[in-house]
């Protein structure tokens, strides 16, 4: 697997996630990190509408993937990503994107996918700060509380450990989250937690 992680949307090396694709350009938008209870539906269709379109400049071939779709279904869902050659996961809240995954059974597929070299998953926000060990310090920023799915209702700490550190994105970048993400800085030097900042256009290729 390799990984393209943005701070915000597709970041100043979009060219590279063109790159990164194998030879099959269909990806997965995964949406669900704004699956908010009090979500405003028209901004999200709106930034959805725009990085859809962003994606598509570069040539790939996006497919909207609601991993809600797939609750209880991970052969489903399975089946589903072995068409593809990626997935894109859009920013929201971390811990409802983690339950997402849960439900869906992604988590337990990303084990298997990791091992695949033609298969690259890209995101931003949330859809990078999931990949680290523990999730507790995303907490100043996201709200862990926001239970939208009927079908769990307890938060899940830890992320999908791809990362042996924490990413913390919109660092410094004039983003309504920037001020709260020097207090995740300041958790994360308290507590010992590895992390790494981004500030919004910069991007961490891993191939």
């Known amino acids: ?3 393209y992680l943005s701070s915000y949307k597709l970041g100043n090396k979009s060219q590279q996630l063109a790159r990164l694709m194998p030879n099959n350009k269909r990806i997965g938008y995964i949406p669900n990190a704004c699956d908010y209870t009090k979500v405003d539906t028209k901004r ?4 959805d509408r725009e990085t859809v379109a962003q994606l598509r400049k570069l040539g790939l071939e996006v497919e909207i993937l609601d991993l809600k779709k797939y609750f209880g279904k991970q052969d489903k869902l399975r089946e589903k990503l072995d068409e593809l050659g990626g997935v894109f996961i859009r920013g929201g809240n971390t811990f409802i994107l983690r339950q997402a995954m849960k439900l869906s059974g992604f988590d337990i597929i990303f084990e298997q996918l990791r091992k695949r070299k ?6 931003y926000s949330a859809g990078i700060c999931v990949l680290a060990p ?3 310090s995303l907490q100043i920023v996201d709200d862990p509380t926001d239970k939208p799915y009927r079908q769990l209702k307890r938060t899940i700490w830890k992320g999908l450990e791809a990362l042996d550190y924490m990413i913390l ?3 410094r970048s004039g983003h309504p989250e920037s001020a709260s993400i020097d207090k995740e800085v300041a958790y994360c030097k308290k507590n010992k937690i590895p992390y790494k900042t981004l500030r919004d256009g910069e991007v961490i290729i891993i191939e």
């Open 1 to 3: 697997m390799k990984f």
């Open 44 to 47: 999200r269709a709106k930034t």
């Open 118 to 123: 033609n298969f690259v998953y890209a995101g």
């Open 134 to 136: 523990d999730l507790k």
């Open 169 to 171: 994105p919109h660092y």
